[in-house]
């Protein structure tokens, strides 16, 4: 079966300091990748998606990245944080090939970023 | 791109009776998709339920159920004898049959009281 893991679970960094949130999926090849941000008492903003190595794209202009390594893994970056980058970050997976999972999101457990 | 609406960002319901939870959307295309998701205090995004447009009986999934009303963009969900481990926040999702992109509502927190 497929599974999705994304780490650090929790993660407190000053102001100006880099990110690194990272995500793997395992148990299927070539999946359609994804970072949400909800923040605080409001819904999912996408702020990236990706649809095979080194193919990004960016849903909302900002100080954040996001790279494809690796067919399976899927990192979310900044060279520099800001306050409102605070908020409970999700990673995702859909699988690009036909059948019941390719039409349904499946998310990671989530990663508390406070940036103080 | 299109829009998912949640009216009601907060609802209570007492245990053992019945909510519906209300969800509109906005697109021109005559294919897609539409889910319930839950994210508990946990903060774990959990599917509820999965309807197909281009089918016309409600999708049930034990105590929850739709009512999915095409000509409407509505898509309300329907908690049954509900239970205190169904208190969450509750989001309603879209995808679009050819698309990868999911656009989701901004979420109802639902209270139950014991």
């Known amino acids: 079966s497929q599974t999705i893991h994304q780490w650090p679970a929790t993660l407190v960094q000053p102001v100006g300091s880099p990110l690194s949130l990272e995500c793997t999926v395992e148990?299927?090849?070539?999946?359609?990748l994804y970072w949400y941000r909800q923040a605080a008492g409001r819904g999912l903003q996408l702020l990236f998606y990706?649809?095979?190595?080194?193919?990004i794209s960016s849903e909302v202009p900002q100080n954040l990245s996001a790279s494809r390594p690796q067919d399976r893994q899927f990192i979310l970056s900044s060279k520099k944080l800001l306050l409102s980058d605070s908020g409970f970050y999700l990673c995702a997976w859909t699988s690009s090939s036909m059948g019941q999972s390719r039409n349904t999101i499946y998310f990671g457990e989530g990663s508390w970023l406070t940036v103080v | 791109a299109q829009t998912v609406t949640q009216s009601q960002p907060e609802m209570s319901v007492q245990e053992a009776e019945t909510v519906t939870l209300s969800c509109t959307y906005d697109?021109?295309?005559?294919?897609?998709?539409l889910f319930w998701y839950k994210q508990p205090p946990s903060r774990q995004m959990i599917l509820v339920i999965r309807?197909?447009?281009?089918?016309?009986q409600n999708a049930t999934e034990n105590r929850f159920s739709v009512n999915f009303q095409k000509a409407a963009k509505s898509f309300s969900l329907k908690i049954s004898d509900s239970q205190l481990g169904d208190a969450a926040m509750y989001f309603c999702a879209y995808r679009s049959r050819p698309g990868n992109q999911f656009y989701f509502g901004t979420g109802t927190s639902l209270t139950v009281i014991p």
């Open positions: 148990g299927t090849s070539n999946p359609n």
């Open positions: 990706s649809v095979g190595i080194g193919q």
């Open positions: 309807q197909e447009a281009y089918k016309q």
């Open positions: 697109t021109s295309e005559s294919d897609y998709y």
